[in-house]
């Protein structure tokens, strides 16, 4: 085998490697919600804390919770923008049982406008899909050490598969790495085969976002904590 074929072949097995490794060891705690994404210096919700608690110090209003989402959530939005938007919003959320539903029901209504209209919107999809995930890891979840104390409203988000909807965005939207990020992080527990599917083109699309490799590297460790971006970079190296 000549040395130009050997380079590629070595590439995709340090890839199929490295998104075995993204596929089996997470940071703990609820993937959606226990770390924030960095987006650098977006725009979204304020917030004074970067993990899954609200630091107290917070005086938000949720009374404008939905209509300061979607303002965020333009068109012009980077998915990695629009995850950690939903993120604090779920935080939020689960305060104010309302705004929790009145959020949920817009971002839905949006999709649903749209894809009525002719014109199906695949981050509107997203957007939908992704806080009715989030939503499940967080409202109305009991989690020791995170929620002990919290008042458990009903989630609204209940018996709606959000991933269905995520799915969708991807098959209209086409190749988005980010995307595909988001899906692997929400299909962490299963189906298995989904989640390396997307954790596969996460890894692939990251050698062209900076950003999703910094993501990357702060949501997933390998082994001896190698961490993703540290995989990558032997991947670069490998072509």
């Not at 209003?61 to 990695?80: H, Q, R």
């Not at 995307?179 to 890894?203: S, V």
């Amino acid at each position: 085998m000549t040395p130009q074929k050997i380079r590629p072949v070595r590439y995709f097995v340090s890839l199929a490697t490295a998104m075995l490794l993204f596929a089996n060891v997470a940071q703990a705690g609820p993937p959606l919600i226990c770390h924030s994404f960095e987006i650098g210096q977006a725009k979204s919700l304020p917030l004074a804390s970067h993990g899954w608690n609200l630091s107290g110090s917070e005086n938000y209003d949720t009374k404008n919770l939905a209509g300061d989402t979607l303002e965020i959530l333009k068109p012009d939005t980077p998915v990695l923008v629009r995850m950690e938007t939903l993120r604090r919003a779920t935080l939020y959320a689960r305060r104010d049982p309302v705004a929790a539903k009145e959020l949920l029901a817009r971002l839905h209504a949006r999709a649903t406008a749209a894809e009525s209209a002719g014109h199906p919107d695949a981050l509107a999809w997203f957007d939908a899909g992704y806080l009715v995930e989030t939503y499940k890891q967080w409202l109305g979840q009991n989690l020791p050490h995170m929620t002990d104390g919290m008042r458990m409203y009903p989630n609204p988000a209940t018996g709606v598969d959000g991933y269905a909807m995520v799915k969708k965005a991807i098959a209209l939207r086409g190749d988005d790495a980010e995307m595909e990020f988001a899906a692997a992080l929400i299909t962490l527990p299963g189906p298995r085969e989904d989640h390396a599917q997307h954790a596969q083109k996460a890894i692939a699309g990251a050698k062209a976002d900076a950003l999703l490799t910094q993501n990357l590297a702060t949501h997933f460790v390998g082994p001896k904590d190698v961490t993703v971006s540290e995989m990558l970079a032997k991947n670069s190296a490998s072509k």
